[in-house]
Every structure is written in C-alpha cells, then in structure tokens.
C-alpha cells in the first residue's frame, strides 16, 4: 500500500486524486492533506480518509478546522511552516503537489528534500525555481513526475526512447475559452466569459491563463525542466479538441503522441501506479465519434502571455519567477473586476521590463524576486486608469 500526501486537496486535482483512492482503497493510504481555506471540503475529506496530520493557511482556519475535528486523530497546522511539514512528513512515499501558484514552491522544495517522490501538479514551483527543483532532487534520490495532461503525455511518450533522438517536445492547446474572438472582442471580455473552458473544469485561475495562454507559457518553462530540453526546442499547437495531449517528435522525424479524452484522472493515475496502469472506469476514446481532429498555429498578437514564457526562459535567472508572479497579479485582478482582460499581458510585460534578473542560486532567491515582481505588479494595476 502506498502512502500518499496530498498538497492542495481541495482542488480540482485533489479532488480527482482523492476519487482514485476512494476507487482503490487496498492500494493506497492519505497521511496527509493541506488545503487553503476551504474547512467544510477539508472537514469532509478528514472524516472520510483520516489522514494523521493536516494544514490549512492561516491560523483562523486551522482554529476552526480544531473544533470541528475534536476527538478525531489528526494534527492541524496553519501557515507555510505547516503545509511544509505536511509535505515533509514521515512515513509518505508520493507527495501530489497540487497547490495552486507559487504558494507550492516551498512545501514541494521541502518534500523533495525529505526524500519524498513528487506527482507535480502545479507548474509554478518550477517556473520559479525549476534548476534548483531537479538539483535538489537529483541529490536527494527522488523523481519528479508530472501530472499536467501535456507534461504526463510528453513523459508517456519518452518512454522506452533516448532523450538524445527527442527532435523536439510539441505541446498542445486547448486556445481556452476565447481562442476566436477578436481583438476588438477581447477588449470587452468579462471574467465570467472567460471562465467557459470549452473542454476541461478546472479552478478559476488556471482557467483564465488558459484563456490568455499564459498557461502554455508556463507550461513551455515547465517542459524545459522537466525533460531538460531547451526552448528552442519546445512548441506549441493550438488544438481545439483536446484529445491529443502533446507529442514528441524524435530524430527520424518519427511522431509519438499521448491521445485520450480530456480527463484529469488518467495522468493523476498514471503517476500514482507508475510504472503500471490502473484500470479507471471513464468511457474510451472513439475516433469515429470525434470524426476530426484540427491544429493551428498559436496567435501571439491577440495573446501575447505565451511569448512572455519563451522571452522569460531566453533571459533566465530570476525571470521566469517574476513573469509568474506578475501573472498571478494580474489575474486576480482581473477576476475582481480591477483590470481588463487585455490588461493582463501589459501588466505581466511591464513587470517583466522592469525587473533585473539575477541567477537563482538558492530557494530566497526566486522567493524574492516572486515578492518584488508582485508589488510592482500591484503598482502597474493601481496605476492603470479606470
């Protein structure tokens, strides 16, 4: 039996994470959980899958989680300390870092350095610190598995292969919510709009990055350290469909792909067996029934976020932590109502502009470029006329 720690289980992926365990419960054990502020879904999963020891964000939340759980056997913690000695806790095998933004950067950091194997969900901790992630897990004897369907399809795809015969690594994308609008159109877009992912739900925030496809700018940044591949080498397809997950193109200029309906369950899956599949009850996929599947360039005019994650790994260093963080910025306002949707790249651009790059030696230092690049994209949005 697998003992699993879950960062981020109220989530769309712990959530799905959690489904799979209900489904085989011979197979695999929930030590820990850590979740933002949601008590009553945290509340519910202590009850169900009584983990030993859990953490919420702020004290507050912890306090009450206290009354709620009473007589139950688990530790509740609040804060960073406390979602890292979940993440670090001993006893677990798979760490499934879920946790939305850079709030994952240091619990994951401190899984990978207590010898725990990561199931990596949320690209940011490697955006920010993606050298710093693999060097650390290199010494500590660890791996770090992807769970994104296009990472998890692109890993799928390497398997049995040579990373000296991978050409290039193509990355598909779904264009989000808003792929055919206009530039005149994308003027007047409201968050509720650009919440309607055509293909996969998902948590708000990574749904408007799909929409402005930030989220393959990221995921682009990801892929370079991941797979160790530069970004010169790693494109990017618009696919509207979403049933081919990404592909690997080798030397012969032979083509494999990851294909499948769009479903987070098998890639989390994959992780939690690896190297062996589990037998999931989700319907297959019919060809027949999809009759075509279509492929286009990616448009850097009407959305320019995706240039940004190129621009940010060409530069290096501590870049690719303030494009994110700057991105993180600027989508919240946006879903608050403080900041147009175009505005989202002008903020991310002129944060990027601003910042003087400087190598990422150790954890402080993406750490501190994430604090700079937020409060000088709070600035840019403040100052931005309404």
């Known amino acids: 039996m697998k003992t699993l720690v879950i960062l981020g289980s109220t989530g769309s992926i712990g959530t799905n994470t959690l489904d799979i365990v209900q489904r085989f419960p011979h197979e695999f054990r929930v030590a820990g959980l850590t979740a933002g502020n949601n008590v009553d879904k945290l509340e519910e999963q202590i009850r169900a899958f009584g983990p030993r020891m859990v953490a919420v964000s702020n004290d507050a939340a912890a306090a009450t989680l206290r009354q709620r759980c009473a007589g139950l056997p688990v530790e509740i913690l609040s804060g960073e300390d406390g979602l890292a000695q979940v993440a670090a806790m001993p006893g677990a095998e798979l760490v499934i870092s879920a946790i939305v933004g850079a709030a994952g950067l240091v619990p994951t950091l401190a899984a990978i350095r207590s010898g725990k194997h990561i199931a990596l969900a949320n690209k940011e901790p490697m955006v920010m610190a993606g050298k710093l992630m693999q060097d650390e897990a290199r010494k500590h004897g660890v791996r770090i598995f ?48 650009a919440l309607q992912h055509p293909n996969w739900k998902m948590g708000s925030k990574i749904t408007i990055d ?41 030397e012969d200029r032979s083509m494999i792909a990851q294909l499948g309906l769009p479903d987070m369950r098998t890639p989390i899956s994959y992780t939690m067996r690896y190297p062996e599949r589990m037998p999931l ?106």
């Open 210 to 250: 799909s929409a402005t496809l930030m989220n393959k700018g990221l995921e682009v940044v990801e892929a370079r350290w991941l797979f160790d591949i530069p970004e010169s080498r790693i494109d990017v397809l618009i696919h509207r469909e979403s049933i081919i997950h990404s592909l690997v193109e080798y």
């Open 281 to 386: 009850d989700l319907p297959s996929l019919d060809l027949t029934e999809v009759g075509k599947l279509t492929f286009c360039k990616p448009d850097h005019d009407r959305f320019p976020c995706l240039r940004l994650g190129y621009e940010s790994l060409r530069i290096g260093g501590t870049m690719p932590a303030a494009m994110n963080a700057a991105n993180e910025i600027a989508v919240d306002a946006f879903l608050n109502g403080g900041l147009r949707f175009v505005e989202i790249a002008e903020v991310i651009r002129n944060t990027m502009d601003a910042h003087t790059p400087r190598p990422i030696e150790q954890l402080e230092d993406a750490l501190e470029a994430d604090r700079w690049a937020r409060e000088k994209a709070e600035s840019l949005v403040h100052a931005l006329p309404r």
């Open 146 to 193: 992807p769970v994104d369907s296009e990472h998890s399809a692109i890993f799928q795809s390497l398997e049995g292969h040579r990373l000296e015969d991978v050409r290039r690594l193509i990355l598909t994308a779904s264009g989000g919510a808003l792929w055919t609008f206009t530039k005149a159109q994308l003027q007047d877009v409201t968050p509720e709009r």
